[in-house]
């Protein structure tokens, strides 16, 4: 990965901020160039940039998206924007359940997850939202494994939860137009798989870390 | 470019602002070192807060004045923008709304601006009350959800009539065509925005010196008998006073003032009433981190609209 922001990137950012006004709160944290996994909820197309363009420009220089790979090949358009102007990981999503048996399927799923450990390198930082697919900005969606095995394999790195709110509203799905409206973004405590925590507990914590960082209710 | 350069009594208005700019912001410096107590301390950093905010405003307008029209309707566009932005936000939309904000945002609210730039006064004037009426409901219908429909289509109508509508007809006052005053429009948007805006402070001020007896509690705890009256009567002072920089005689400056004034009281009011309704408290955050637009314009929404058509009716031949 060539090093340094792509031009459209930065105007992609810039346009994000001056429709959504995003206004940014580190509750639990600092910024930082550290490595680290920033997880969010998945409520629009806008929450990557969103939240890319929080952070600061050396750190942005650094961070790369987690995109699945099934939606964003399927036209020219997404494969430049991905590939070209992000930089993004691509992954296949429920590649371990298409497989067809349990040996396969873990054989696959180590092999997505060295993937990203590759992708992270020694400084990157990683944008990953865990529920998979885009939600309708009222409920958080169960938490896929792969945010708990990317744990165990990259300890060093640092998971940052973090929540962006009222952009489903703004470009909600299965919309290409958006419209102008304030939101917010909180980034939350770091936390850590515990020794010997099941899976199932360290996503549940991870999904609870995120939802409560949510600062107005539900509509 | 900065053809207002050329207009000495405009420039006399801007020396006056930041005359009384300087001295704000000596007056808040001085309060800040004498408060003593807690309560005080927090009162002074909000009227600190609100001098240091007032600075950035005013050097703002006052440079997009002197680039002449372009630069004020730039202005007011992107003021428009933010406190529709602003206004959406708080006021729950469906995602059956979805095209039709898009169309208000981009295009009716563009346009608005865009026919004042070329002068077409006919259809500046029914832009939103006539053909946005009709295609708000038509645009929210086609989206085939009926759910609230008639609310919906009420409150996206309401808010691109107070945030682009009745705005926009501060910088229309740049089009009127008033005999003797040719090329000095300028100095009538700024005494319109001056009045309105010191009515503002002036009835905060006598209301944190004197206020006792509320107008209005539920709607509005802040506002009190004694501040409208005290501020009121000192901002038509002061508009009455600025009579020589307007193409109004002293008793016509001080009747406009005065209904200045007030309008800016009833337009404060109506904005509070729909916090109330929507419970602002909510989305209260997204608002104090952007300093809240739609709370500084509030008063001139209402005002301006009543300013543009009376001066278009007495003094444009």
């Known amino acids: 990965m060539s090093d340094g922001i792509h031009p459209i990137a930065s105007l992609l950012a810039a346009v994000a901020r001056g429709i959504t006004g995003v206004q940014v709160q580190w509750a639990g944290c600092q910024p930082d160039v550290k490595q680290r996994i920033y997880f969010a909820n998945h409520t629009s197309h806008l929450d990557f940039v969103v939240l890319w363009s929080a952070l600061p420009s050396e750190i942005r220089a650094l961070t790369r998206p987690v995109a699945a790979k099934d939606y964003w090949e399927e036209t020219p358009l997404r494969r430049y924007l991905t590939e070209k102007v992000f930089k993004a990981v691509l992954v296949e999503r429920g590649a371990t359940a298409k497989t067809k048996n349990h040996e396969e399927g873990h054989f696959v799923g180590r092999h997505l997850i060295e993937d990203l450990a590759v992708a992270l390198g020694k400084k990157n930082s990683l944008i990953l939202f865990p529920e998979g697919t885009r939600g309708d900005g009222k409920q958080l969606g169960e938490f896929r494994a792969g945010l708990y095995h990317l744990a165990l394999r990259r300890p060093d790195v640092e998971l940052v939860p973090a929540y962006l709110e009222n952009l489903n509203r703004i470009l909600p799905k299965g919309e290409f137009l958006m419209v102008p409206m304030l939101s917010l973004l909180t980034f939350g405590k770091p936390l850590q798989v515990e020794p010997h925590e099941e899976k199932e507990v360290f996503l549940g914590r991870a999904r609870e870390a995120v939802s409560s960082l949510r600062r107005i209710g539900p509509a | ?317």
């Open chain 2, 1 to 317: 470019m900065l053809q207002g350069f050329r207009d000495p009594k405009l420039m006399c208005l801007f020396g006056g602002v930041l005359f009384l700019l300087i001295v704000s912001s000596l007056v808040g410096r001085i309060l800040k070192s004498a408060s003593k107590t807690e309560a005080s301390r927090a009162t002074i950093d909000n009227l600190n807060a609100r001098i240091r905010a007032w600075w950035k405003m005013c050097l703002l307008f006052g440079f997009s004045l002197l680039v002449g029209r372009t630069g004020s309707l730039v202005m007011f566009g992107i003021i428009s923008f933010l406190a529709m932005r602003e206004y959406m936000t708080l006021v729950p939309t469906r995602r059956g709304d979805h095209r039709t904000l898009f169309w208000s945002f981009f295009v009716i609210m563009p346009l608005q601006y865009y026919l004042i730039g070329i002068q077409w006064y006919g259809l500046f004037a029914i832009m939103i009350p006539v053909l946005a009426f009709v295609f708000i409901p038509t645009s929210i219908a086609l989206s085939g959800d009926t759910e609230h429909f008639l609310e919906r289509a009420a409150k996206i109508q309401f808010g691109i009539m107070i945030c682009a509508y009745c705005l926009s007809h501060a910088p229309a006052l740049l089009l009127l065509d008033i005999p003797g005053f040719q090329g000095h429009d300028a100095r009538l948007l700024l005494y319109l925005v001056i009045v309105d805006q010191m009515s503002d402070v002036l009835q905060y001020v006598w209301g944190k010196l004197i206020g006792r007896h509320k107008i209005a509690w539920r709607v509005s705890p802040n506002k009190t008998w004694e501040g409208f009256v005290g501020g009121v009567l000192t901002a038509t002072a002061l508009g009455t006073a600025l009579w020589w920089a307007t193409p109004f005689t002293p008793a016509q400056s001080a009747a406009l003032s005065f209904t200045i004034c007030i309008l800016g009281f009833c337009g404060g009011l109506v904005m509070s009433a729909i916090k109330r309704d929507i419970g602002i408290k909510d989305f209260g955050v997204v608002i104090e981190g952007h300093g809240g637009i739609l709370d500084r314009i509030d008063s001139l929404c209402f005002a301006a609209p009543i300013f543009f058509h009376l001066v278009r009716y007495f003094f444009v031949p």
